[in-house]
């Protein structure tokens, strides 16, 4: 009996080695950093800019401003039910689970191109406390949320080029560029020519694909369909009022409405702009401002 149980243990203990795989404990580390920072500075009231918005809209749950940002406000709603916390927090996790999403994908990322984990680990620390996305991912905002689409997509571009045969990226990555655009769709726009470049290698596989493409990235947009259906319901947080028709859900989902804004900046403003970027770039780590 003791030496049949010393044979079972030896079995049990040489699965716990072989199932304990090295390269986890790099992104379980950094997932576990990164939630106990995020949790422990989240404020629990609503912050700057659109904070208040997007949780007063997710608690209703409303409309929010152009182009109305149904995915996030629809998964803020989900977790403004949790009984946890103020809802601002609540609300605010979404930010940090989209964070931490956002950099465990680059780590992956890191690793495809060929990093060893120490390395992959230590850039995705950067990004994950620095200081602008730090701000982001305990705050109600959209943007975490669009870097982890950004990462996802990425990742996916990768897979396609190395396995161009492969069906399911082709599909994923058309499902997730249609999800994006119904997050933040000017900056998934802006940043769609570097995914397309590592892609374009394998147009032909693509054109074959394409009608399945097509369907996974209309349904993708789906939940565009929010904003026309919760308009009919008359929310009583409606950024823009409601949208009776498709002229007005257009209007919304184009952003026509600040197309009227100042639009007189010059390529001196955008140098500028360049300039200030590589100046601040240290203090975003360092956190020293």
Partial sequence: MIFGHSNNLNRIMSFTVKSNNPNLIYPCFLA??????????????????DSGLFIAVAHEPGIAHPP???LYTILAHLLAWIPLGTVAQRV?????????AACLLLFKICKQL??????????????????SFWFLAITDEVYTLNVMFFMLLFNLALNIH???????????????????????WPLMLISFPALILIIISH?????????????????????????????????????FQPLPDWQRFWWNITREAYSNG????????????????????????????
């Fill in 68 to 70: 109305g940002y149904p």
């Fill in 162 to 184: 190395e396995k161009p045969n492969n069906n399911f990226p082709w599909i994923g990555f058309a499902l997730i560029s249609g999800l994006s655009f119904t997050n933040h």
């Fill in 92 to 100: 605010q996790t979404l930010s940090a689970f989209a964070g931490i």
């Fill in 262 to 289: 100042d639009q007189s900046g010059t390529w001196n403003d955008s140098f500028l702009f360049v300039v200030n970027f590589f100046k601040t770039l240290p203090e975003e780590v360092a956190g020293q401002h």
């Fill in 114 to 131: 060929g990093s060893d984990n120490f390395s992959a680990v230590i850039a995705s620390t950067c990004l994950g406390v620095s200081s």
């Fill in 32 to 49: 576990i950093g990164l939630l106990s920072l995020y949790l422990t500075t989240m404020p629990d009231f609503a912050t700057l800019e």
């Fill in 203 to 239: 147009c032909k596989v693509m054109l074959r694909n394409g009608f399945k493409m097509a369907f996974f990235f209309l349904a993708g947009l789906s939940p565009y369909l929010y904003l026309p259906i919760r308009s009919w319901y008359e929310p009583y947080l409606t950024f």
